[in-house]
């Protein structure tokens, strides 16, 4: 790359973040800058955390503490700038990544979800919006064999990565929702039509994951439950469990009807410029 076209992409991001900060402010969200080192960790089976020897570990998400302040009653609220996770480097992927996250108090799915799609279309334009269940998306993209050997839950991830994703958003915004309870994180699950789903939304564009979404859990005794059987899976699968944060589940007391957003910001980038490879757009 020579020096024109590292400037036009210093000015792209440029622009790409003064576009994201002024969808937000006219809507009323207050932009936060949280802590990026914290004694205690969001617990996640397949998220591995760099530690900071005795500080504590480098956040993959400001969930946490924007949590703390949505308890603390902040109100509508983003966050814009860098997150880590170890381990994490290929085409779509870099260990340091920018992401924009954004919670919504008292509000409804409808209108949470049409204004996410509002601020995607800024940058990818206007596509029609698909809707699909985790089961129905499985059973439309899964293929007829799949391996032996393996756990329930390790067949349902090969076939999401294999089959199913790189099939979603080709032409649309494909919102994939009502995942198995399984994999709820800190989404709440709600019994529809006899089945008990977790209320988790992602965003699919050309075979593209790009955002992860959730009807937020406002429970402290289901969060500390979610922590420790996603450690219990850590362990199980050979890595070492985490430090739940204590902080975040002594203050969690979310206003009614909150739900966030996690987007990969510099993967938005990506589409936008149809670029091949997440270090095209990064500084």
Not at 34 to 48: E, F, R
Not at 83 to 95: I, Q, W
Not at 180 to 189: R, V
Request: aromatic share 12%.
């Amino acid at each position: 790359m020579n020096m024109s076209q590292e400037f036009n992409k210093v000015k792209f991001r440029s622009e790409a973040l003064a576009k994201t900060r002024h969808f937000f402010s006219q809507r009323g969200f207050l932009e936060v800058d949280v802590p990026i080192c914290n004694k205690g960790a969001s617990i996640d089976a397949y998220i591995d955390l760099f530690t900071i020897e005795n500080e504590g570990y480098l956040h993959s998400s400001p969930e946490l503490r924007m949590k703390d302040l949505l308890s603390q009653g902040s109100g509508n609220i983003y966050f814009l700038g860098h997150v880590f996770r170890k381990e994490e480097n290929g085409s779509r992927h870099n260990f340091e990544f920018t992401m924009l996250e954004y919670y919504r108090v008292e509000t409804t799915e409808e209108i949470f979800l049409s204004e996410f799609i509002d601020y995607i279309s800024l940058f990818l334009g206007n596509r029609p919006v698909v809707t699909l269940s985790f089961d129905e998306a499985m059973k439309k993209y899964a293929p007829k064999t799949v391996p032996e050997g393996y756990s329930d839950e390790e067949v349902r991830h090969y076939i999401l990565s294999h089959f199913v994703e790189p099939a979603l958003g080709r032409g649309n915004y494909t919102l994939l929702t009502n995942f198995p309870p399984s994999e709820a994180s800190l989404a709440q699950t709600a019994v529809e039509n006899g089945v008990e789903v977790a209320k988790r939304y992602e965003l699919f564009v050309d075979g593209v994951e790009l955002a992860n979404g959730f009807f937020e859990l406002s429970c402290k005794k289901t969060a500390t439950e979610r922590f420790s059987q996603a450690n219990f899976k850590r362990i199980k699968m050979g890595k070492e469990p985490y430090l739940p944060d204590t902080t975040f589940l002594k203050n969690l007391s979310l206003p009614e009807n909150t739900y966030g957003i996690a987007v990969g910001f510099d993967r938005l980038l990506m589409l936008t410029t149809k670029a091949t490879d997440i270090h095209q757009v990064i500084l």
